[in-house]
Structure formats: C-alpha cells, structure tokens
C-alpha cells in the first residue's frame, strides 16, 4: 500500500547519543520533507529534498542532518543528541498534483532526550 | 516576510453551531493555500486547498486576497470535527509554511 512510514514512533536516549530516524515512502514522490513541531507549536521546516543526492536546510536551522541517496527513503540524523532537541519530527512527501502540490504525512517521531 | 497566522490557539464550540477557524496570510507573489486537520492519534492529512473550491467534511474555506485571509467554516459543527487544524501556505519553492494551529474542540 501506497504510504510514508517513520521509525521509531517514539524514543527515549540519553545526551550525546546519535540516533536516526528513518523515513520511507512508496509513493515514488521526489520531493521529501523533514519538519520539527514541539507539542501545541507550529511546524518547522528543517530539511527538504527534491530527488536524489539533493537535500536543503529548511526555515528553521537544526542541527541534523539528512541524506538521500535513494527516492523512497529520507533519513534525519543527530549526531550528539541533546535535551533541546526534545520534539516531534514529522516526515513528509508530495508530487505536483492536480491544483497544487498535495503534502503527505507520516506519523511522526517523538523524540526524548535525557 | 511569508508567514501565517492563526489567532486562536482553541476554539469551543456547541454541537450544530457554526465554526470559523481564522487564518490570515503575508505572501508577496500569488498564494496557494491549504488547510490540514490532525485528529487525535491520527498523522496530519490534507483537508482543503483554495484552488479546488471543494467542501470537505462540510468545511469550505475562501481565499479573500483584499483581506489576506483564507478562513475556514463549518455552518453545523459535529462532534467528530474535533481536531487541530494548521493553514499552511505553499511558497515558490513548494515548501509548506504553517500557521501555529488552532484546536477545535465541539462539545455535545
């Protein structure tokens, strides 16, 4: 089935760990999308692809980092995580669509930092 | 600067009332606009976007360029309406830029 996957759903680890959060679709979109939302705050853009081997800082400056080395998957990194990047991160994909552009999201990755 | 905003962090209202989430816009070129809804334990899906000029689940929403506002409106809320709703405005660049939300709350 056509959809945008995320794991993990949730994670707990400590200060200076590095963790991936991984990010997958079988849409076949080319445009993929890396938001950060604390809870009750709006959504930031952080990192945003147009196809392979492209990748571009989003709004709003993140230490992670992303790759994108094949079309379905849009993985973000942390190399030494902190408490202050306790948040949500949602993934997302589109296509131009008939009368725009239709975003897709996943179901986001709750991020805890000890 | 591009920006949106959404006034009202929660919005209570009575089942069968009528709903208006505020959405106000700044975009110097000519704005694509959208309307997303999350509802409890489900992922952010799209609801509405202007160029359609669809009414989804009862909702319409009209782009007001004099006004830069793109409100959207229920005339008879239902409980299942109950959700967080974010706007969003599509740059030249096809990035999503969101309002801060607003939740809906419909009691019975």
């Known amino acids: 089935e056509a959809d945008i996957y995320q794991t993990p759903r949730y994670l707990v680890i400590g200060t200076g760990k590095k963790i991936t959060l991984e990010c997958s679709q079988t849409?076949?979109?080319?445009?993929m999308y890396w938001y950060q939302q604390d809870p009750g705050m709006e959504l930031h853009l952080i990192h945003y692809?147009?196809?392979?081997?492209?990748?571009e800082k989003g709004d709003l400056s993140s230490e992670s980092t992303v790759s994108r080395i094949r079309t379905e998957h849009f993985p973000l990194t942390l190399e030494s995580a902190r408490p202050s990047h306790t948040s949500q991160y949602l993934c997302?994909?589109?296509?131009?669509?008939?009368?725009?552009?239709?975003?897709?999201f996943g179901e986001g990755s709750w991020l805890t930092v000890v | 600067a591009q920006r949106v905003t959404q006034p009202e962090k929660l919005l209570s209202v009575f089942k069968g009332a009528p709903v208006e989430l505020k959405c106000n816009y700044s975009?110097?070129?000519?704005?694509?606009l959208f309307w997303y809804v999350q509802y409890s334990r489900q992922r952010l899906q799209l609801l509405l976007r202007?160029?359609s000029r669809e009414s989804i689940k009862g909702f319409t929403a009209d782009l007001n360029k004099g006004e830069t506002s793109f409100h959207l409106k229920k005339p008879f809320a239902q409980e299942e309406d109950s959700a967080m709703y974010y706007c969003?405005?599509?740059?030249?660049?096809?990035?999503?830029?969101f309002g801060s939300g607003t939740r809906l709350l419909v009691r019975p």
């Open positions: 997302a994909s589109s296509e131009p669509g008939q009368g725009g552009n239709t975003i897709y």
């Open positions: 849409m076949g979109h080319d445009k």
């Open positions: 975009y110097s070129g000519s704005p694509e």
């Open positions: 969003a405005l599509k740059d030249s660049s096809y990035k999503l830029i």
């Open positions: 692809s147009y196809g392979v081997n492209s990748t």
């Open positions: 202007h160029i």
